[in-house]
Nanobody, 113 residues
Framework: QVQLVESGGGLVQPGGSLRLSCAAS????????MRWYRQAPGKERELVAS???????EYVDSVKGRFTISRDNTKKMLYLQMNSLKFEDTAVYYC???????WGQGTQVTVSS
């Protein structure tokens, strides 16, 4: 079955950087658009970034120029490089494969001084 395991979160000061990783298994990773979502306390889950099987990327306006989504199809890994982090980036981050309603445990990102 589809399995997604996120890692790389942590506590970082404003302006800092983190790199999230997502290990995928149970489906043909290279054929699917992959996405990063986040959910802040008391808020709905929000789509942050996506990358198509061809490598075309899209971002929510609030992270454009700061976050970079990438993938390694040979390793079945999805990444999210997050730079210039802000307080409002604090959330649990999840990866997802388009078309599958499968979610991992997420990884907590906390931006705090």
């Amino acid at each position: 079955q589809v399995q997604l395991v996120e890692s790389g979160g942590g506590l970082v000061q404003p302006g800092g950087s983190l790199r999230l990783s997502c290990a995928a298994s149970g489906f043909t990773f290279s054929a699917y658009t992959m996405r990063w979502y986040r959910q802040a306390p008391g808020k709905e889950r929000e789509l942050v970034a996506s990358i198509s099987w061809r490598g075309i990327t899209e971002y929510v306006d609030s992270v454009k120029g700061r976050f970079t989504i990438s993938r390694d199809n040979t390793k079945k890994m999805l990444y999210l490089q997050m730079n210039s982090l802000k307080f409002e980036d604090t959330a649990v981050y999840y990866c997802n494969a388009q078309g599958y309603n499968s979610w991992g445990q997420g990884t907590q990102v906390t931006v705090s001084s």
